[in-house]
């Protein structure tokens, strides 16, 4: 029997890919991926040997990129500052995607550094960005909405990248409270429109 | 692994005429820590060697 994950640090999964451990750190090194393993673009630093060595060596990249963000942003660089905070938040990402147990401290730090470094992209971007929730059948979807600069009354769309996101939003708001599910709902999201 | 993120706005302040009148400054650029290009300027590259770092 698989024991149930624990809250205390571990990073034992409480799936069976767990037991694939060799077939994934393998596929790591070749592909510098933690998913979608077929494309062939390197996201993960030649750096990460193992899959369990990816949160540490996407932390510290993250914080490399914000630390220059945060000098190109006092530089009054912004769009230098707004390309870095990004990237820094694509690194937090992929850290803590890479925890599978959910609420586990180091994946809420490293969605939390993403969340700060997307205010860093909020704050520099040359159009309004805005954190919204959108009441939706009983639940709230957390979105971020960029609008037109000056525009009134356009039309908004509403995206959710993929069904999996709208359902963790929608059919279980519980599991907001972790980092697994605001990362999916949060930055990936929406969109275009009005300043109404 | 930096470069593809900062664009040009030092092309702008040139246009602007904001760069500093002396431009002339030596900065170490680490690959994996500080602040890339924005970090304070060193008197040369023998400050970055390890015997002046430990001050010995």
Request: glycine share 8%; with cysteine.
């Amino acid at each position: 029997m698989i024991p149930p994950t624990d809250k205390t640090g571990s990073l034992r999964s409480e799936r069976r890919r767990d037991n694939q451990q060799w077939l994934l750190d393998w596929m790591v090194k070749t592909t510098g991926r933690t998913h979608n393993f077929a494309y062939d673009h390197r996201e993960i630093p030649a750096e990460v040997k193992t899959y369990r060595q990816i949160p540490r060596v996407m932390e510290k990249a993250g914080r490399h990129r914000q630390d220059i963000a945060r000098a190109a942003e006092a530089a009054g660089h912004n769009q230098s500052a707004c390309e870095l905070y990004y990237k820094a938040c694509e690194n937090y990402r992929i850290g803590q995607h890479a925890i599978f147990v959910d609420d586990h401290p180091d994946k809420i730090y490293l969605h939390g550094k993403l969340i700060e470094s997307f205010e860093g992209c909020m704050r520099t971007a040359d159009y309004p960005i805005e954190r919204v929730e959108i009441d939706w059948e009983g639940a709230q979807i957390q979105c971020n909405f960029h609008k037109v600069p000056g525009g009134k009354n356009l039309p908004t769309i509403l995206s959710a990248t993929w069904k999996r996101a709208w359902l963790i939003s929608t059919k279980w708001p519980g599991r907001r409270k972790s980092g697994f599910s605001r990362t999916r709902t949060t930055c990936r999201g929406p969109v275009a429109t009005s300043a109404g | 692994m930096m470069a593809d993120s900062l664009v040009a706005d030092w092309l702008k302040d040139a246009l602007l005429d904001k760069k500093p009148r002396d431009v002339n400054k030596v900065v170490f650029v680490h690959d994996r820590a500080g602040e890339g290009p924005y970090s304070r300027p060193i008197r040369g590259i023998e400050e970055v060697y390890l015997g002046s770092r430990l001050d010995i």
